[in-house]
DNA sequence: ATGGCAGAAGCATTCTGA
């Protein structure tokens, strides 16, 4: 079972380029981010023609997300919610549409487009680290209820130094400061695993390419793109590749997507079946 | 040190992104 995530820099200037990927990989969710559009004016129909459900979180120009699936989403839920923690006064992150949410397989799937952050000294970084600690303290709430978590996005992040092309000339600023990299880890806090580490430990691969400077003819790039699953889904991941190729597309994203392969099969979707024909008789 | 490339809004050019 594939899970994707693309930050595809307008769903509606890449629409052609989605569908030909979707007909080409079978992903059974796809989380787009950077739709750059409000939800009315969303494509839906190209989606649904090829049998998938759209849930959408858009806003006009920027940001924006979306969640693509072959099955129902339940319990979809759009920005943060369900906070016990008066730390964080979540109606301010509303205005910017970043994250939704939704179950599936009784995995909670999490899909998130982080601030860029500009530069260290703009006051957007210390959006991107508020953002951040918000998302931390949601994910918080979701390990409260004991949720099994599947969080991917643009995380506007490289891990370590692994992550970039050209660390000497990069690290310490902005997608590579100690300061994000503590942020990102108090999300993670050692219960969510990076599943492209899981399978290469070597630096070289690369999930966005600056449109500038023909970065991708010279594979200067960055992996900022991550899938994190609980630990407790570890066994039952298969592979994580960045699917390079779209990126060699005419006019495409600057983002290349991410996948995993998950083996759900024997869990929860026999256990329905069983569920039906017991019912049945 | 700066700009470079791209998309949206909207019709010239600015804003934003990473």
Redesign the pocket.
């Known amino acids: 079972m594939l899970i994707a995530t693309w930050?595809v820099?307008?769903?509606?200037?890449?629409l052609s380029q989605i569908i030909d990927w979707i007909n080409q990989v079978d992903p059974e969710i796809l989380c787009l981010?950077?739709t750059?559009?409000?939800d009315d004016?969303f494509p839906f129909e190209p989606f649904e023609t090829l049998g998938y459900s759209v849930e959408v979180y858009g806003q006009?120009?920027?940001?924006g997300v979306a969640i693509i699936s072959k099955n129902k989403a339940e319990n979809i839920r759009k920005g943060f919610y369900g906070f016990t923690n008066t730390d964080f006064n979540i109606e301010t992150f509303q205005d910017?549409k970043r994250l939704i949410s939704a179950d599936f397989y009784g995995i909670k799937f999490i899909n998130v487009?982080?601030?860029?952050?500009?530069?260290l000294e703009s006051d957007?970084f210390m959006y991107k680290i508020n953002w951040l600690n918000c998302l931390a303290s949601f994910l918080d709430e979701q390990e409260k209820k004991g949720e099994l978590i599947c969080l991917v996005g643009?995380f506007?992040i490289a891990p370590s130094n692994l992550d970039i092309h050209d660390p000497k000339k990069y690290e310490g600023g902005?997608?590579a400061s100690d300061i994000e990299r503590n942020a990102l880890n108090n999300v993670l806090k050692g219960r969510l695993i990076d599943c492209f580490r899981i399978f290469e430990k070597n630096t070289g691969h690369w999930s966005?390419w600056?449109?500038?400077?023909k970065a991708y003819e010279l594979n200067k790039g960055?992996r900022?793109d991550h899938v994190y699953i609980s630990k407790a889904l570890s066994s039952k991941l298969k592979s994580c590749v960045i699917d390079c190729m779209p990126r060699g597309n005419l006019?495409?994203?600057?983002?290349a997507p991410v996948i995993i392969d998950l083996n759900l099969d024997e869990i929860n979707v026999d256990f329905f079946e069983g569920e039906d024909d017991f019912f049945e008789i």
Not at 60 to 63: I, M, R, T
Request: no cysteine; aromatic share 12%.
């Open positions: 930050n820099n307008s769903v509606r200037s890449r981010q950077e750059k559009v409000i004016s006009k120009s920027y940001n910017q487009y982080v601030p860029n952050g500009s530069s957007k643009d506007n902005i997608m966005w600056d449109y500038r400077n960055w900022i006019r495409p994203s600057d983002h």
